[in-house]
């Protein structure tokens, strides 16, 4: 918990941002600076014996080049030679300090250069991110699990130790980042993983703006109850230089032709990083949208517009995906001997979840181009930019000995369900079930023509939307206009062991799909699931009343919808008495529904239930003489 004595907070230490996270009763969360921004930039610059740390020195970092010190990660614990690679992509200068390991030459007026260690560099980074959650903490931070990629040697980690203690915080354990990702989704935590004490593979895949990493896991399972399961790093691939970045650049020729710029060297330099800050936006933007307008300002004046399609971005970005899903296929066959293909069509997963981490993978073409590798949906459901902080926090909180109040995934401790119109939830998965678990329901449209199909999941025990808790919502969109009613759509909940719920819906008739992914137990407290329950028991009969009432609502009107329609398309061919009762019972029921509209209390729903029932048994000859009178028209088929 926040304010047990020897808190532990997790870190994630990364290339170009940084962030700080704690797990307590509620679960892993990060923590916010004093503006509510988490993500500190792994930028300082020195100046003048000062050194600005993280966004600051990322805005002014053109400004002050040779003094700004962005990417130090990748010096860590190496020698000058180990990282000449590196060099190329540095704005500052790296030279040889004692046992050629790699030193930054900051230039000073009139003296030699200032040698600074990179552990001084990342020191200055994790000083800045012990300020954060000391104040967020309203207490001093002096431990923390720290993160690190899964291919540093011990030098690197040893590295990552010594700038801890330079910024005054006791590194209690360095973890490998896939593991950190893992454990944020709590794969090994929860009991009923251990309830199978298999050996498994966790996948985690990581693509950030300049480096992508696959890591195949192996959890073991262990002997502790608080830690039911051990991580090994089995393989690791990828490629330091290959990230998002990469696919601005391209997109930026892309850019550059949409203006009639034929060639590369026409472009000023300040036009280019203008076209690359555009590139990465159209590109983001291209995540949620099938287009995007990119608005470029030109040096002579004027605007032009370049129009980008989904379709366009993912041919520019495949040839970089294909290299990332063969590296994935590498490390799976170094980890588990065997080809991917062979693995898949064996009996048994040989490979149990994977993980999304980094900015990247918020592209549909990744998802997609993944889930189909590894025939799995990944895990999406946390923010890849944050899932490492998170996990690292797991890790400290297991070490603390805190995550045993956070809620160990065996059952469902809250029903799950969908907002149906009026705003009762229509209860998908019912609370305490034993996950892993999968269920379905059908869901239509009410309103003719409508094309999309809002879905809002619910977490809580009452019956009405506004007194559970949102968990998410999604829209199955392109659907073909229909009738109201006539739209089929399939939503299956689906809980895996880890305790991480998919929900994907289908439209039969369309074939469209969407999904939606999130962790039902992050945020939710043992103390929160139990006033929920009491809360429910309290208000359970009138929430039965009330729902009952707010879904015949909703099928009356269907009912008044459909009732209305046949009787304008017959009403010349029914007796006049018949067409008088049926006006009667649809006035009767319209009725009834209006009132209840305005206060569902004034109402009583059997009285509503037998409106509805009245309609439909005065109702039937008008159905009858309306099926009669659309077959006139059809021909019969041959005897
Ligand atoms: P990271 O290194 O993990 O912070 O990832 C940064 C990279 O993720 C950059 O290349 C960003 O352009 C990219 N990125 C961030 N958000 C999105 C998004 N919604 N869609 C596509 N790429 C994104």
């Not at 990364?14 to 921004?37: F, H, K, M, W, Y």
């Not at 000073?108 to 560099?121: C, F, K, M, W």
């Not at 991580?231 to 290959?242: E, I, K």
């Not at 449209?445 to 559970?468: K, N, P, W, Y």
Request: glycine share 8%; proline share 5%.
């Amino acid at each position: 918990m926040a304010d047990s004595p020897d808190i532990i907070v997790g870190i994630d230490l990364g290339t170009t941002n940084s962030l700080v996270a704690i797990c307590d009763e509620r679960g892993p969360r990060v923590l916010n600076d004093a503006d509510g921004q988490a993500l500190v930039p792994s930028v300082v610059r020195y100046e003048d014996g000062r050194t600005i740390v993280g966004r600051v020195a990322k805005e002014q970092a053109a400004e002050f080049p040779t003094t700004t010190i962005s990417s130090v990660k990748r010096l860590m614990g190496r020698s000058l030679k180990d990282a000449q690679n590196d060099l190329a992509y540095l704005s500052y200068r790296v030279v040889a300090g004692e046992r050629d390991t790699a030193r930054v030459a900051m230039p000073r007026a009139g003296r030699e250069p200032l040698l600074i260690s990179p552990e001084e560099v990342s020191a200055a980074v994790l000083r800045r991110l012990k300020e954060i959650a000391t104040a967020a903490l309203g207490r001093e931070v002096t431990r923390a699990v720290v993160t690190v990629p899964a291919y540093f040697d011990d030098a690197q980690r040893q590295a990552t130790r010594i700038a801890g203690r330079l910024a005054g915080l006791d590194v209690v354990r360095i973890v490998p980042e896939p593991t950190a990702a893992a454990l944020a989704y709590g794969i090994g935590l929860g009991r009923a993983a251990a309830r199978n004490q298999k050996e498994s593979a966790v996948v985690v895949y990581d693509l950030g703006g300049g480096t992508f990493d696959v890591s195949v896991l192996k959890l073991t399972p262990g002997s502790d109850e608080s830690e039911p399961f051990f991580f090994q790093v089995m393989a690791t691939s990828g490629d330091t230089h290959l990230g998002g970045d990469d696919i601005d650049h391209v997109l930026v020729g892309l850019l550059r032709r949409g203006l009639g710029i034929e060639d590369d060297a026409e472009l000023s330099a300040s036009m280019r990083r203008r076209l690359l800050s555009l590139a990465e936006q159209a590109k983001i933007e291209l995540s949620d949208s099938d287009t995007a307008r990119v608005r470029i300002e030109m040096e002579q004046g004027g605007e032009k517009e370049v129009v980008i399609t989904r379709a366009e971005l993912e041919t520019i970005a495949a040839p970089f995906i294909d290299q990332t899903i063969r590296s994935c296929e590498a490390a799976v066959r170094d980890a588990l001997g065997k080809p991917l293909a062979e693995l898949r069509a064996g009996p048994v997963p040989a490979i149990d979840a994977v993980v999304l981490v980094g900015g990247s993978t918020r592209m549909p073409l990744v998802r997609r181009r993944v889930a189909e590798l590894f025939g799995l949906e990944p895990y999406i459901a946390l923010d890849p930019d944050r899932v490492v902080a998170l996990g690292a926090a797991v890790q400290a909180a297991v070490l603390g000995g805190q995550a045993k109040g956070t809620l160990l995934l065996d059952v469902i401790p809250l029903s799950l369900g969908i907002e149906t119109v009026g705003g009762a939830v229509a209860k998908i998965i019912a609370r305490n079930t034993m996950v892993p678990i999968k269920a379905t329901e059908m869901f239509s449209t009410s309103v003719d023509g409508q094309t999309s199909i809002r879905l809002t999941v619910f977490q809580g025990e009452r019956e009405m939307a506004a007194d559970c808790r949102k968990l998410g919502e999604f829209h199955l969109r392109g659907l073909p206009p229909m009738p109201a009613g006539v739209p089929q759509a399939e939503v299956q909940f689906l809980i895996d062991a880890n305790g991480v719920l998919n929900v994907s819906a289908v439209e039969r008739r369309s074939g469209k799909r969407a999904s939606l992914q999130v962790v039902p137990n992050h945020g939710l407290t043992q103390e929160e699931v139990d006033r929920i329950e009491r809360e429910s028991l309290v208000h359970a009969r009138e929430d039965m009343t009330r729902h009952r009432i707010v879904d015949l609502i909703a099928n009356g009107k269907l009912d008044l919808k459909w009732v209305g329609d046949a009787l304008g398309r017959v009403q010349g061919e029914l007796p006049g008495d018949v067409r008088a009762s049926v006006e009667t019972a649809m006035t009767n029921l319209r009725e009834l529904i209006t009132a209840a509209e305005s206060d569902w209390r004034v109402v009583d729903a059997t009285a509503l239930h037998r409106a509805k029932e009245a309609l439909d048994r005065a109702s039937v000859p008008v159905h009858e003489v309306a099926i009669a009178h659309s077959l006139r028209g059809t021909q019969a088929p041959r005897q």
